[in-house]
């Protein structure tokens, strides 16, 4: 009798002429199963080849791929920012809270007072920021 090979699945989808569509495994392996049918099933990643469970998202997809493998242009805009700015981004804004929380202490009421000190706070972190650019 012959042993089964027990392996995650590496799907494709495939559309009949009759409009029914199925992932079947493009490994040496004949399962296969209704597009609707396959959210929750571990499969390999067809870009990183690693596990990962079919979400509702990944299962329009004629060849799934996971999370991690999603090209989104609002992710590669943030990584962009972050290795461009790490500075003014991380430091400047604890700066500024830094300092609001130190001067709400005083508890002043001015609205125009409050103006004046976070402008002030903005000017003193951007002229260091540049002077340590020099």
Same mark, same amino acid.
């Given at each position: 009798m012959a042993t089964k090979k027990k392996h995650h699945h590496k799907l494709k989808r495939h559309t009949y002429r009759n409009g029914e569509q199925v992932y079947f495994c493009?490994?040496?392996?004949?399962?296969r199963v209704k597009c609707e049918l396959a959210e929750? %099933?571990?499969v390999i990643c067809?870009?990183?080849d690693k596990p990962f469970a079919?979400?509702?998202s990944s299962c329009e997809l004629a060849k799934p791929h996971c999370n991690n493998c999603t090209r989104s242009k609002k992710r590669e805009a943030d990584e962009i920012l972050a290795a %461009?700015?790490?500075e003014l981004v991380g430091v400047g804004v604890r700066e500024i809270k830094n300092e609001i929380r130190m001067d709400d202490r005083k508890e002043s009421?001015?609205?125009e007072d409050l103006r004046k000190?976070?402008?002030?706070?903005?000017?003193?972190?951007?002229?260091?920021n540049s002077d340590d650019m020099l």
């Open positions: 493009v490994l040496d392996c004949t399962f929750g %099933l571990i067809h870009r990183c079919m979400t509702q %461009l700015e790490p009421s001015s609205l000190r976070l402008s002030g706070s903005v000017k003193e972190i951007l002229d260091s």
